[in-house]
């Protein structure tokens, strides 16, 4: 049957990034590597996430379950893989980049209300799949990129997942000479038999080409290297060229993918493909700069990062990147102590927390752990340890300020105790009459003034800046003059709601604490001053 190409005269370009036979190949930092090498040659280059659950979006997750939520500039709580997009491109993503199930069958739930589908029976097809390949194709038709590379979450199989790959299915036929599919599958090693097995990657394909998706490019994760003669065998079998079986093996740091990927010639591959010629040389000058003084550090320090989910550490991800990025910038290895808040008591805060160089109080929701928090802060305060609260980090800080400075034994967040004698930490006035939860917090980014002359604005370097929020409980400012006469002050402000955004304590090494998320705006190409400014304090102690 002839194909039909359809579609706007700009005919921005469809990369869909599926997996198989596992989770957790890395689907994400493929999608980002690959992006990162267009945008490299010259090419606009975004990247979306397609999730198979049915919740709205990550905003009532528990981090055990799905690792951090990760909010974008126009205040969509999304999925973790959209920090990685962000890092690897240094442009921010929105909305339109993460799109769940849930939102699908809301949106055509909600069209069917209206009665836009007026006399007709609502399916799956056409009508969810059309609603995907209306919100695959949103970035490209309205904000004019090049390319859009779409990775669809889960694995082929996955009964979520089908109406995503029959939605690709069709715009691949729709679209024939702008979409290609590049599918991600494992290649194990079975110690056993001395060898790498291809058949889970065969399995894979047959699984997607059932769906009638055949693969133009296989990126396959290894543990050893590929020879020429496996490479030949998953082509033959898969129904690809062998140029397209591209070798993924483990690295040492994700920011390497991109270098290896590049090796592979996977941008060269998907340009041909595409039928596409680089606008510019490739250039990751700047990308392998970083790399080397990644892997070539001058010094280190130890940072214990203090939170009550360190069992999983993806749910503190951007904080950790954020790290490496201040780190590398000023040539220091980040070496991050993850420390449990509820395992810190008095009698014991001493023991594992004295050898530190830094302490980071990690952002967070509900009680569990807060005493251990405020015992953490105290400490840092009391013995000049530098000191970086986040969020809730901030409202703790402030809570043990009060308690142990102000003399209000019984300061608290009306979130842990409603009744307090102590309010220092109160819901937003805004929030008093939300009753839903999700999506309904201060989200997104806001403006923030900074007193010159603060550690804030000497690392930022200026007065107004914007960051990204995501709390419903705020600063008390009728506390605010008891605080700044004992030490406390408040140095960064909303110039419009007077909401307090930093505090710092005086005559201490470095003692700042926010209360927006520094660290979803930190990027390899531009660490976040904050958290230079950390690192710094932490390098000089």
């Known amino acids: 049957m002839q194909k039909k190409a359809t579609g706007s005269t700009k005919r921005t370009k469809y990369i869909f990034v599926t997996g198989g036979v596992t989770s957790s190949l890395g689907k994400g930092i493929i999608s980002a590597s690959l992006a990162k090498l267009l945008q490299s040659r010259g090419f606009t280059v975004t990247i979306q996430k397609l999730d198979p659950y049915i919740n709205i979006d990550p905003g009532t997750l528990n981090p055990y379950e799905h690792g951090e939520c990760f909010v974008t500039e126009d205040g969509a709580e999304t999925d973790l893989d959209l920090g990685h997009y962000e890092r690897f491109l240094n442009i921010p993503t929105s909305q339109a980049n993460n799109i769940t199930t849930g939102r699908i069958y809301q949106s055509v739930i909600e069209k069917e209300r209206r009665g836009e589908y007026l006399g007709k029976t609502v399916q799956i097809i056409p009508h969810i799949t059309d609603e995907i390949k209306r919100c695959i194709q949103i970035l490209g038709n309205l904000h004019n990129f090049d390319v859009v590379i779409t990775e669809i979450g ?3 199989g996955d009964i979520e997942s089908l109406p995503y790959i029959e939605a690709v299915r069709q715009l691949m036929w729709e679209f024939e000479d702008d979409c290609i599919n590049v599918h991600l599958t494992l290649v194990p090693y079975l110690s056993a038999a001395g060898e790498l097995k291809t058949k889970p990657t065969q399995h ?21 290297e590929l020879g020429t003669a496996l490479r030949n065998k998953i082509a033959k079998f898969c129904n690809v060229s062998s140029d ?13 993918v991109p270098l290896l990927m590049q090796k592979e010639k996977l941008d060269e591959v998907v ?5 596409l010629k680089s606008k510019t040389k490739l250039d990751l000058k700047k990308w392998e700069q970083f790399l080397f003084k990644l892997k070539n550090p001058k010094k280190e320090v130890h940072v214990g990062l203090v939170g009550k989910y360190v069992e999983l550490k993806d749910a503190y991800k951007s904080i950790a990147e ?13 070496i991050v102590h993850w420390i449990h808040s509820e395992e810190i008591f008095a009698k014991n805060v001493a023991s594992k927390l004295n050898n530190l160089d830094g302490i980071l109080v990690a952002p967070g929701f509900g009680s569990r752990g807060i005493d251990g928090k405020i015992e953490a802060i105290k400490f840092a305060r009391e013995k000049q340890i530098p000191f970086f609260g986040i969020c809730l980090g901030m409202q703790i800080a402030t809570i043990e300020f009060a308690r142990n400075v102000l003399g209000f034994k019984d300061a608290h967040s009306t979130e842990m105790k409603a009744y307090t004698k102590h309010p220092v930490i109160c819901l937003m006035e805004e929030q008093k009459s939300i009753v839903n939860k999700g999506g309904t917090m201060r989200l997104g980014s806001y403006p923030c003034a900074l007193k010159k ?27 605010k003059d008891a605080f700044e006469k004992a030490g406390m002050k408040c140095v960064g402000t909303n110039p419009k709601s007077g909401l307090v955004e930093i505090i710092e304590l005086e005559n201490h090494p470095f003692f700042v604490a926010s209360q927006f998320h520094p660290e979803y705006k930190s990027t390899v190409m531009n660490p976040h001053p904050l958290f230079v400014g950390f690192l710094k304090a932490c390098a000089q102690g």
């Not at 397209?244 to 390497?256: H, K, L, P, R």
């Not at 590398?328 to 290895?333: A, M, R, V």
């Open 204 to 224: 894979s394909v047959k699984m997607l080409l059932e769906n009638g998706v055949q693969p133009d490019i296989l990126v396959c994760r290894t543990e050893h």
């Open 322 to 334: 954020a790290f490496i990025h201040a780190g590398t910038g000023i040539d220091c290895k980040v």
């Open 154 to 156: 889960g694995t082929v």
């Open 453 to 479: 002359g603060s550690k804030a604005y000497k690392a930022y370097g200026k007065v107004n800046v914007e960051e990204r929020h995501r709390h419903r409980f705020e600063f008390n400012n009728e506390y």
């Open 244 to 256: 397209a079986v591209i070798q993924s093996i483990d690295a040492d740091t994700i920011y390497e």
């Open 271 to 275: 340009l041909r493909k595409l039928n």
